[in-house]
C-alpha cells in the first residue's frame, strides 16, 4: 500500500495524465481474450474503478465524463434515428420494448422484497441500488429529491456491478450457446447487355419499358450505331439496339435481359469513347440528405446513376433513396463531363470525415433544453429526462436527416470516431470519479448493498434476455442491444457489439434506452412516493 500511495498522489495531480492512462490500459486489458471472452472498451470503466481507489483524491469535471456521454448519444441517435422509429412500430419493436419492461419490473420487485425481508436494507438506499444496478441517474436524481443524499451510497456501490454483471452474462451466454448471428447481405452491382430483339419492346420508349422490369433493374445506356448514348426515357428502342442493364439482384438482372433478346457481353463495356463511368464521393452539404429523385444534376453532363454505395455495399439507385455523407455515387456519363459532376457532389474524400458543427450545435441544444425541462406528475412528483431527451431529439433529427439548409446527418466516418470516443471518455471518468467512493462504501457498509446490486441486475438481465430469447424469438444480436437499453449503459452496448457485430444491437439500444430510462423515473417516483 506504501508503495501505490505516491502514485496515487501523483495521478491525483495530473488528472489529465490519469483519464488517458486509464483509456490506454483500460483498451489494452479489454483487449485480452480469455477463452473467447473479453470486455472490449468496458474494461475502461474497471481499470478507472482501480486508478480512482489508488488515487482517492482525484478530481475529474464531470463536465467532461457528461461531455462524452453526450457525443455518445447524439452520434448513435443521428445513426439510427430511421430504424428506432420503424422498430418502434413493427411487431419486433413492441416484443422488444416488452421485454425490457419485465426485465425492469422483476429487477423492483427484487429491491422490494429486500427492503421487506432483508435485515438492515433501508428503501432510500435499496431505490440508490436500483437506480445504481440499472445505471440510471436520472432514477438516482428522483430518490435523492425524496429522501435527500441517503440513495447515493447504494447507488455507488451497485452501479459498477451493474456494469459488470449484463457484459458477463451476456459474454457466458455467447460462449456457452455460440449463437449463430445471421449477417445483412452485401449487394454488389451487376451488369448485362443484351441485343433487342423481342417485337413486343420495339418501338415502345425506354420509360415505357423500365416500367415492366423487376425492381432495382435499369436500363441505364444504349448502344445504337456503334455509339454508346444515355438511355433517356423518351428514347424509342430500335432493332439492333444493344441495352445495358443493371442491377443488385443477379437472377432479376438475367429474368429482365431474357425480355429483349440474347446477351452480348463486352460490346458497351469496351467502348468509353462517348460514355465512361465514375464514383463520386458525396461531400456537398448541399446533396447530402437529399433524395436521388429530387437530385438536379448538371444538365450538360448528361448523366445517368448507376448505382449507390455506402459502407462496402451496393444499394439499388431509386429515386427515394437518400443520400448520405460519404456515399459513392456510380455514374455513367461523357468523361468531358465529370468535372462538373464532381463539383456537383463535392467529391472530397477530406470532405467526407467533417462535420456539420451548425446541425451539431443546434441538435444537441434542442436535446439537453428537453432533457432540462421538469415534468410535473400529479400525485407522483417532478422529474426529467436528462439525456434520454437528447438521445430522443438525436432519434427524431437522425429520422429526418436535414430540414431545409440544416443538416442533422453526418458521414458515417465521422459518426462512428465521434461516439466511439466520447463513449471511452465517459466510461473513464465515471471509473475514475466513483472508485475512491466504491472502496470506502465497501468498507463501511459490508457487501449487503453490493449483494443487493448484483441480485437486481442479474434478474434485470436474466429475465430480458430469456424473455427476448426464448418467449418473443429475437435473435442474438437484437437481444443483446435490447438488454444494453434495459441495462442502460453504453459499455454494456459496446460489449454487445464486440460479440455480435451487426447493427441489431445499436438499433435494440436505440429503441429501448429512451423508453426504459422514462420507465425507470416513474417507478422510482412511484415507490418514493407511497412510502413517503
Known sequence: ?????????????????????????????????????????????????????????LQIPALIGNLGLMLFLYGVGIAYGAQFLRGLTSARGAKANAAALAGVLAALGVMLAAVHFWPGVTLAKALGAYAGAGTSTAALQAALA????????????????GVAIPIMLLGLYNAWRKPRLVQPDKPSLHVEEVDVEDVAVLGRTVGAVAQTLPAGVTVSAVRRDH?????????ELRRGDVLLLTGTD???????????????PGRML???????????????????????????????????????????VDLAPHADRVLEFGDRVGLMAPRASFPALGRFFGDSVKGTGEIGYIGL????TLGLALGAIVWTIPGLGRFSLGFAG????????????????????????????????GLTVFLAVVGLSSGATFAATIAQSGWTYLLLG??????????????????????????????AGATGNPAILAFGNRIAPTDQPDIGYAMIFPSMTLVKILLVQIVAVMAA
Not at 11 to 23: C, D, E, G, H, K
Not at 34 to 51: D, E, K, N, Q, T
Not at 280 to 291: L, T
Not at 395 to 412: C, E, H, V
Request: net charge positive.
Open 454 to 483: 448484483s441480485a437486481i441486475v442479474a434478474v434485470l438481465t436474466a429475465v430480458t434476455l430469456g424473455l427476448a430469447l426464448w418467449v418473443f424469438r429475437l435473435p442474438f444480436d437484437a437481444a443483446a442491444g435490447i438488454v
Open 146 to 161: 425524496v429522501f435527500g443524499p441517503t440513495p447515493a451510497t447504494g447507488y455507488s456501490v451497485a452501479y459498477p456491478v
Open 270 to 312: 469496351r467502348d468509353r469513347g462517348d460514355l465512361d463511368y465514375e464514383r463520386f464521393f458525396v461531400s456537398n452539404p448541399q446533396v447530402a440528405g437529399r433524395r436521388l429523385g429530387d437530385l438536379a444534376l448538371p444538365a450538360e453532363a448528361d448523366a445517368r446513376v448507376l448505382h449507390l454505395r455506402r459502407s462496402d
Open 361 to 364: 450545435g443546434v441538435g444537441v
Open 1 to 57: 500500500m506504501d508503495v501505490l500511495e505516491p502514485v496515487g498522489r501523483f495521478l491525483a495531480s495530473q488528472p489529465l495524465l490519469a483519464l488517458f492512462l486509464t483509456i490506454a490500459a483500460g483498451y489494452w486489458l479489454g483487449a485480452r481474450s480469455i477463452r473467447g471472452f473479453a470486455l472490449g472498451s468496458g474494461a475502461v470503466l474497471f481499470v478507472g474503478l482501480a486508478v480512482g481507489a489508488a488515487a482517492p483524491t
Open 227 to 235: 455509339h454508346n448514348i444515355g438511355a433517356t426515357d423518351a428514347l
Open 390 to 421: 437528447l438521445l430522443l431529439v438525436a432519434l427524431l433529427l437522425g429520422w429526418r436527416r436535414r430540414t431545409g439548409s440544416l443538416q442533422w446527418a453526418m458521414p458515417i466516418s465521422a459518426n462512428l470516431v465521434l461516439r466511439n470516443f
Open 250 to 264: 443477379p437472377d432479376a438482372l438475367r429474368r429482365a435481359a431474357m425480355r429483349f433478346g440474347h446477351t452480348q
